[in-house]
């Protein structure tokens, strides 16, 4: 088995994934994972890496199939024995005049932004070693998202004691909300991707206190976060940082020092934490 360090980049073949892909090689002290759901274009994103003089790994990873995250998790298992940073950044987002009824936006948007992260985390979150860091992609679109939902809703969302099924349970009566037009008269916010983040930042929160509950002594770190708006096939080129500052803060987060205790179970934009 191999003791040198290992990080892993969830959806990191273009965009602010593969920034903070190629910030980790600059700056982490072991392997860094390079992941796609399509080989080629993983391949292809290793090989641009190679020709600036970095060496990252490939491992094949689609958040949407439970296969090819298992398929992942024993492979880090039988190689690594665990894992040491995993940033989970994968993510999809329906253009804003996509004619796509709103209903199928909201499924297939929850499905990879919550629950293909949450099915990761499912799977590597116990593989993670001691002074490990976790960081969760979301976006400052779940803080507007909700403030836009109903009282009852952000009580629930903001509750320090929510379980990760109750969390499932309300991702999934959003996705039904829509199916039978109700959403908005049940206090759901019009965005599906505002949905899916408000999902991803308060898995964050709900994975925090379960790591402080049963592996305190383990001291690792776990956060959400904003990039900010970077200029990506996703966000557009009007967009104001460049892909590598959108990495800036998600790179901050998972080279976080061993002696640091915090931030945890934050949401955290230009390396400062937020209020949820
Ligand atoms: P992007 O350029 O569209 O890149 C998204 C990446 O995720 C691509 O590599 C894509 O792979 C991958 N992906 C999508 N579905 C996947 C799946 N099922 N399994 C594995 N990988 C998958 O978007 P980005 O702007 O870099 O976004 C990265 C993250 O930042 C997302 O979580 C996004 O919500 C968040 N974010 C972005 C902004 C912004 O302004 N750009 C702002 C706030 C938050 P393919 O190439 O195969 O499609």
Request: contains cysteine; aromatic residues 6%; hydrophobic residues 35%.
């Amino acid at each position: 088995m191999c003791s040198v360090p290992v990080a892993v980049v969830t959806g990191s073949n273009k965009g602010i994934g593969f920034a903070i892909v190629r910030a980790l090689c600059k700056q982490f002290p072991g392997d860094v994972y390079l992941t796609a759901r399509d080989p080629g274009r993983g391949q292809e994103a290793v090989a641009k890496l190679q020709e600036e003089g970095l060496r990252a790994l490939f491992h094949q990873l689609d958040i949407d199939d439970l296969q090819s995250i298992r398929a992942l998790r024993d492979f880090l298992k039988e190689k690594y024995g665990g894992l040491n940073v995993l940033v989970n950044n994968a993510g999809i987002a329906f253009k804003v005049h996509d004619t796509t009824p709103f209903v199928i936006q909201a499924e297939v948007t929850l499905k990879t932004n919550f629950f293909g992260t949450r099915n990761v985390c499912t799977e590597l979150l116990p593989l993670m070693k001691p002074y490990g860091k976790v960081v969760n992609v979301s976006s400052m679109v779940s803080s507007s998202a909700l403030g836009n939902c109903s009282q009852e809703l952000q009580k629930k969302f903001r509750s320090d004691t929510i379980t990760e099924e109750e969390l499932v349970e309300l991702m999934t009566k959003f996705v039904e909300d829509t199916k039978k037009s109700v959403h908005e008269k049940e206090g759901w916010p019009n965005t599906a991707y505002g949905v899916s983040k408000i999902g991803v930042t308060v898995l964050s929160r709900i994975q925090a206190r379960m790591l402080n509950e049963k592996r305190k002594g383990d001291h690792i770190l776990l956060n959400a976060c904003c990039p900010g708006w970077v200029r990506t096939d996703m966000a557009g080129p009007k967009a104001t940082k460049s892909p590598d500052e959108g990495a800036e803060t998600p790179v901050y987060l998972a080279l976080l020092p061993s002696d640091a205790d915090g931030p945890h179970g934050q949401f955290v934009s230009n390396k400062t934490v937020q209020t949820w």
